[in-house]
């Protein structure tokens, strides 16, 4: 409102400067300099006339402007609108109630036939054999809010870890990131869904790791970056912090305990960062692949 009274104001001002001043400017500038130069009533009336035209057009192109560019305003507010109400339809609101670690496995594993998530300590750079790396394999279990969308496919952005024991931090931030943005599937069930992850560690967090799994009352500190998409495409960007506690599954064989989770009576912090519409176009889907599909790569 207050916009339009100053271009009123405005256009106002413009109008008598042309009408008005202009000719006694004129008026003046022929006195000072002695010029004998006398408008006649006809004269007068085709400048004011031709003064006016001019006015008019510039306000109607003024106008037809301002018209233009309230109406593509209009139109981004209603493809806002409207697209808000899709991501409200079609979006998964669900919290993390679950999160287990199955403890440090060496073993070959194929890399490209995992539909899961994959993640590579920031630290990688060392090419892959079947010695001289061991995996963490995690899984995530979600519960939807009443009435919403099931998530149909995941996508993990990284994993931080750290290991404590007695509330008293004993290692280094373990940071785990993923570099592919395909998108895994999430298995779906009635009461909860679930999703996977896959880890590789570095040999230095390998026997690190070992060594700390070896001890009695070590819990893991988790923090994971992720987004749940339905199968609409409309994907809701989270974040999620909890503490897995040892579940007393001693591993004979490599002498550590291999198990880890929430207890019962704590439950993860969820937050929600931001929801919007994946362009269809994009995204990638990991699929399974047959054996004979399947290539090993040499570097991860």
Request: aromatic share 12%; glycine share 4%.
């Amino acid at each position: 409102m207050k916009k339009t009274k100053k271009n009123v104001i405005i256009f106002i001002i413009i109008f008598l400067v042309l009408i008005v001043l202009v000719p006694c400017v004129l008026y003046l500038i022929y006195k000072l300099l002695n010029v004998n130069n006398t408008w006649q009533e006809g004269e007068i009336l085709a400048y004011c006339g031709t003064a006016i035209s001019a006015i008019a057009t510039a306000f109607l192109g003024g106008v037809a402007i301002w018209q233009n560019n309230k109406a593509q305003e209009m139109n981004k507010k209603l493809l806002k609108i409207e697209e808000d109400n899709y991501i409200a339809n079609y979006s998964t609101s669900a919290f993390v109630s679950d999160v287990r670690i199955e403890g440090v496995k060496q073993q070959t594993i194929n890399l490209n036939g995992l539909q899961e998530q994959l993640l590579v300590s920031d630290k990688y750079t060392e090419k892959i054999t079947s010695t001289n790396y061991a995996t963490l394999e995690l899984w995530f279990d979600i519960v939807n809010f009443e009435k919403t969308k099931h998530a149909a496919f995941v996508n993990i952005s990284k994993i931080q870890l750290y290991m404590a024991k007695k509330d008293k931090i004993v290692s280094n931030t373990y940071l785990f990131v993923n570099d592919s943005r395909a998108y895994s599937q999430v298995a779906i069930s009635i009461d909860k869904d679930r999703f996977y992850a896959t880890v590789i560690l570095t040999p230095n967090e390998k026997i690190s790791m070992v060594e700390l799994l070896k001890n009695e009352g070590v819990c893991f500190n988790i923090e994971i970056f992720y987004t749940l998409m339905t199968d609409k495409y409309v994907a809701s960007k989270c974040q999620c912090r909890a503490i897995l506690y040892s579940k007393n599954e001693y591993n004979g064989k490599q002498e550590i305990y291999n198990v880890f989770g929430i207890k019962k009576n704590e439950k993860p912090r969820c937050f929600y960062l931001e929801q919007y519409l994946e362009n269809k176009e994009n995204i990638e889907i990991k699929k399974y692949k047959r054996p004979s599909e399947i290539s090993m790569p040499s570097k991860i």
